[in-house]
């Protein structure tokens, strides 16, 4: 089953370490959507990359929060100097796809990694 | 994307169909109508997907309405498996920016299934 793969599954992180969460794509798919879901809450959009570029990074918090999608290797998402509220469940999807191409698709989703700061 | 509107909660019992109900009366024609349920502690995941015609997969069907302002997700047969949040989002697929591909979730509607 090549899905979309996460990890790690759990992190802990105390407070001011960093956290890297690994998202790697479906094979082929070279469009990769961060979400992110605090507890008891929706899920949120963070960040839109095509391979080595970012194409929509709206939702990311300015301070802190990085990701990149090289040309070779999975997916990263950077936490810096991690504080309690960023403890949550961070979703990674993948398509084929970009925008403007007049059909649709669904994304694939990993079951993500669950962000623990103490 | 245009916004859809959800009921919070729906309550159904296993093995009998289920009828979720979603609005769109924003949509614009080129908006596509897509699904996604997310199990509990699990990432989402998609369901189904459609422009103006009914679409049928192995996981459910699509009916749209002719305006194409509702649309129902059908379950034929609820399991408890079934039991998750269902998402109804739009999408344009003529958007011409990058910045237009994401996906935008609401709050979904919670399926509770009864044994």
């Known amino acids: 089953n090549a899905g979309v793969m996460q990890n790690p599954r759990h992190l802990v992180r105390r407070r001011g370490q960093e956290a890297r969460l690994r998202c790697s794509p479906v094979?082929?798919?070279?469009?990769v959507y961060w979400y992110r879901q605090l507890p008891e809450e929706g899920l949120k959009f963070m960040v839109y990359?095509?391979?080595?570029?970012?194409?929509?990074e709206s939702g990311m918090p300015k301070e802190r929060f990085s990701a990149e999608f090289p040309k070779e290797g999975p997916s990263i998402l950077r936490i810096q100097q991690v504080v309690r509220g960023d403890s949550a469940a961070y979703f990674c999807?993948?398509?084929?796809?970009?925008?403007?191409?007049?059909?649709?698709?669904?994304?694939?989703f990993g079951s993500g990694t669950r962000l623990t700061v103490v | 994307d245009a916004k859809t509107t959800q009921p919070n909660s729906m309550e159904s019992n296993e093995e009998e169909p289920v009828h979720l109900p979603c609005n769109h009366s924003?949509?614009?024609?080129?908006?596509?109508i897509h699904w996604y349920r997310q199990l509990p502690s699990q990432g989402p995941e998609y369901v189904i997907h459609?422009?103006?015609s009914n679409v049928n997969n192995r996981m459910a069907s699509l009916a749209i309405a002719e305006d194409r302002k509702s649309s129902t997700l059908i379950l034929h047969r609820a399991t408890l498996r079934d039991a998750a949040v269902y998402y109804c989002?739009?999408?344009?697929?003529?958007?011409?920016?990058?910045?237009?591909?994401?996906?935008?979730f609401g709050k979904g509607i919670t399926l509770s299934v009864r044994p």
């Open positions: 999807a993948s398509s084929p796809y970009g925008a403007g191409r007049g059909f649709d698709y669904g994304y694939t």
């Open positions: 094979k082929g798919h070279s469009h």
């Open positions: 990359l095509q391979k080595e570029n970012i194409i929509d």
């Open positions: 924003t949509i614009s024609g080129t908006d596509y």
């Open positions: 459609g422009l103006t």
């Open positions: 989002i739009l999408r344009d697929v003529l958007a011409s920016t990058g910045a237009n591909s994401k996906l935008t």
